[in-house]
């Protein structure tokens, strides 16, 4: 699937006129897709006036403020519109960050709304998150926004299926970016495997360490060209796990020789995306016991050996892989390593409950968030007419 893959450029930079993903001017090596962009100049057309964003994020909240006494952790909220029970919560709790799902979504002006109002009950431009994968997981949906393939189908479709990929989500960042939404969920670089459940399969890029990398590259850099960042998901890697996470813990017995080789492989590669998310599963070989989320041993090897140290959250707290209560399983998280929790159903004692147990963010942690942070900027514009019909020709 595509062409044999060159060594891939890290994140880090800023993004200009001529570099839709923000890459260049450090001497290191382009992806495949970015390589064959520069050449045919295709990007050239369509992009236009950098730093002027559409209404998004941008120009519409005042300046960052310092996030030293945020909580540790991500949150929910429960409907399309910010009640004022939450909002009194959210000004004396004081999360990093809120995620957004489907039931908080019905039209841009109305999220647009929401996304201020999280922002102000909090007085600072908290990161907002979102799920926006394409295929099933994709919580912005039409008539207002486009509807797209899952990632597995689309890179088995395209004609360029890199290019392809990067123009896909691109248009994803522009639509998160206009509504002020600047966090996406995004890319995941589990493999596919003979035992992948169905629920995760074709949200992956294929099969091999050469296609998933690639295409998780070119996705983080097409969300930062569109001034949204991306999280890496889900570390250490997912693609073996035969059950469902959301309703079940999923243990994997692969020897640790294997997991290197294949489950780890695609994370060491992607490791300097600076914000990650874990994966609720047991890897029996390391910690027999508890899942990635929960295990000081597996955030010991997340770090060290797969060398990830970027601003690590929980996948959901909530879901049913986990056990014990939401206090245990956050204390638990932070105890590991993690530096922010996950907690997405919006049930407000739920939240209260996580707020006091997950406590203050930790001082690595606060370094790897400003880390993150430093990677948001205004998008460069684009035609996105133009892209819309490049991907429809792509995918034709």
């Known amino acids: 699937m595509g062409p044999p893959v060159r060594p891939l450029r890290r994140l880090h930079g800023r993004q200009d006129a001529g570099d839709p993903g923000g890459l260049l001017g450090r001497g290191d090596v382009l992806s495949p897709a970015r390589q064959r962009v520069r050449r045919s100049g295709r990007c050239a057309a369509v992009l236009r006036h950098p730093g002027r964003g559409p209404r998004g994020l941008h120009s519409r909240h005042r300046p960052l403020t310092p996030l030293s006494a945020s909580n540790a952790t991500i949150l929910g909220t429960s409907g399309p519109r910010l009640t004022a029970r939450e909002a009194a919560f959210f000004r004396d709790a004081d999360p990093w960050g809120f995620i957004l799902f489907a039931r908080n979504v019905d039209n841009p002006d109305q999220l647009r709304a929401l996304t201020s109002d999280l922002r102000q009950a909090v007085g600072r431009e908290a990161p907002i998150l979102v799920d926006q994968e394409g295929g ?56 596919v495997e003979a035992e992948t459940h169905p629920v995760l399969r074709n949200r992956l890029s294929g099969q091999t360490l050469e296609e998933v990398t690639s295409a998780a590259r ?28 959301h309703k079940s813990l999923p243990r994997v017995h692969a020897p640790r020789e294997d997991l290197d080789a294949r489950d780890f492989a695609p994370f060491v590669a992607l ?17 027999p016991v508890a899942p990635a989320t929960t295990s000081a041993r597996m955030m010991e090897v997340i770090r060290k050996d797969i060398g990830f140290d970027g601003l690590m959250m929980t996948d959901d707290i909530s879901m049913e892989a986990l056990s014990g209560s939401v206090a245990e399983r ?31 963010m930790g001082v690595l942690a606060q370094a790897r968030a400003a880390s993150a942070l430093a990677q948001r900027q205004p998008p460069v514009d684009v035609d996105t007419a133009a892209l819309t019909a490049e991907l429809e020709a792509l995918l034709s």
């Open 136 to 191: 099933r997981v994709q919580r912005l949906r039409s008539p207002h926004w486009r509807e797209y393939l899952p990632a597995l189908t689309q890179m088995a479709r395209a004609s360029d299926p890199l290019r392809a990929h990067w123009v896909r989500n691109r248009l994803i960042a522009q639509e998160l970016h206009d509504v002020g939404i600047d966090v996406n969920c995004a890319p995941l670089a589990d493999l």
């Open 330 to 360: 956050s204390t638990a998280a932070i105890a590991a390593g993690c530096d922010l929790v996950l907690h997405c159903n919006g049930e407000l004692d739920e939240m209260e409950t996580a707020v006091a147990a997950a406590g203050k």
């Open 218 to 245: 070119v996705c983080a850099e097409a969300f930062l060209a569109g001034g949204v960042l991306p999280v890496l998901k889900h570390i250490p890697g997912y693609g073996r796990a035969s059950v469902d996470s």
């Open 271 to 287: 490791n300097d995306i600076r914000m990650g998310m874990t994966a609720h599963i047991v890897f029996s070989d390391i910690d």
